[in-house]
Every structure is written in C-alpha cells, then in structure tokens.
C-alpha cells in the first residue's frame, strides 16, 4: 500500500486530497492542527490516520513522524493561511511575520523530519500558489511567502533528483475554501476542491514539474508575467483601494 502525508489535511483542499487518495487505497496520514476534525475523518475514511500537529512547532512534527510506519511515497506540504496588508505606510510586521512562519518557514521545519522518511522513487510535493507569478496589491505578506515556497520547490527540485526524489511545485488559481470565503473581492475562474483535488492527483500521477490549475487562468497570469514589468504595474495600481494614493 502506498503511503502519503498530507499537512493542511483539516479542511479545504488538504482535506478532499485525504480522502481522494484514502479512496484509491492508499494509506493516508492526514496532518492539521484541527484534532476534533482530523478525529471525524479518520473515523469516517478507510485507510486514514490522523496527526494533529502545527507545522510551526518543529518538536511537534518529530513527535507526529514517530508515529509513520515505513516509507512515505509521497510527502504533500499544503498546510497555509492568508491574511492581507491593506496599508502599506502602516506596515504590520506582526502579520507579515505570521504568514511567513506558517507559510514558508513551517515548510523548512517539515523538511527537515519528513524528507527522510520519502523513500527512494518518491515525490515531493508543495503547494505555493499562482499569486506567486504577479506582485498583487494587498498581499505583501501572502505573495512573498508563496513566492518563496516556490522557489524552494524549484531548487529542491535540481537538488533531490540525484537522491530520485522527484519534486512537484502546485500552484492553484482560487479554490473554494474556507480561507478564500473570508476574501473581499472577485475571485475569477474559482474551482471547487473537487476539481482541485482531482488536478493534483493527476498532476503528481504524471510527476509533473509543476500542476497548476484552472489552466486557462494560470497561463492569462502567466502571459501578463512575461510583459515588460511596467503594463502589470500599470494594472495593478487600477486593484488599489480608492482611498490609497497611487503614484
């Protein structure tokens, strides 16, 4: 039986790839900080055991890694948050600092105890996001630490292949979910976690380099990344609040 991990496992898209991948037959170990919702879908799913961990706390994930049996054939680091600076001349290192530490920095303290548990042959995979392809109003926090993770993804990916380790960078447009249910604004060409999950699976099967998803919106971000820096940004200033000067 294949063996995966998935952090973010308590809701949203962590938690539908739990129990898509449980439903293939493999084993699952569903990872959040969530216990009472990690609880009831073990309860409910063959073939999953819960962790509940915070991936901030690295003492945590050395305990919960005591717990795997075997080798992981795919270790999947999904767990994030979002939150957004809205004024800028009033900089909130706090929240800046938060972002980072669940969205980046966490994925370094997995790394480190869960990587070698990924047997020869495995995969690696970790979810950034497409907002990491455009600098975006508002997410001075949240694009920079998806920017680095995939980053990360991308050098891992030179440095693990002599180990036959394959890496997978996921970089999803919106996905409907408990955390972009608390966004202010339109969210274009949103997906179900369904549709997401089913993407990512498909993705990994393949061992792409990289899955990102709904396609169409991805590669739009990706054609206005390729134009000269001063159009986007010409763009960008239209999505700044009213209020907020934008020279």
């Known amino acids: 039986m294949k063996q995966i991990l998935i ?49 901030t706390e690295p003492e945590q994930i050395v305990q919960a890694a005591s717990q795997i049996e075997g080798q992981l054939d795919l270790l999947l680091l999904n767990a994030g948050n979002c939150e957004y600076i809205d004024d800028p001349l009033h900089f909130d290192g706090a929240l800046f600092e938060r972002v980072i530490k669940v969205n980046l920095v966490a994925i370094g303290y997995c790394l480190e105890t869960l990587l070698p548990k990924v047997r020869s042959g495995g995969q690696l995979a970790i979810v950034s996001s497409s907002a990491a392809y455009l600098p975006f109003p508002r997410a001075s926090a949240y694009g920079t630490s998806k920017a680095g993770a995939s980053y990360l993804a991308k050098t891992l990916a030179i440095e693990l292949k002599p180990h036959n380790i394959d890496v997978s960078l996921i970089s999803p447009g919106f996905v409907k979910t408990p955390l972009t249910d608390k966004n202010d604004f339109e969210m274009p060409m949103q997906v179900s976690v369904d549709f997401a999950s089913n993407a990512i699976i498909k993705g990994l099967a393949k061992r792409k380099s990289e899955v990102h998803f709904p396609s169409r919106f991805t590669f739009f971000l990706k054609l206005l990344a390729a134009l000269p820096a001063p159009i986007w940004k010409s763009i960008a200033r239209k999505m700044l609040p009213s209020a907020q000067p934008q020279s």
Not at 39 to 49: P, Y
């Open 7 to 55: 952090t973010g496992a308590s809701s949203g898209i962590g938690e539908q790839l739990a129990k898509d991948y449980a439903n293939q037959g493999w084993r699952v170990y569903a990872c959040g900080r969530n216990s009472e919702k990690l609880q009831a879908l073990q309860n409910k799913t063959s073939n999953l055991q819960a962790l509940a961990f915070d991936v």
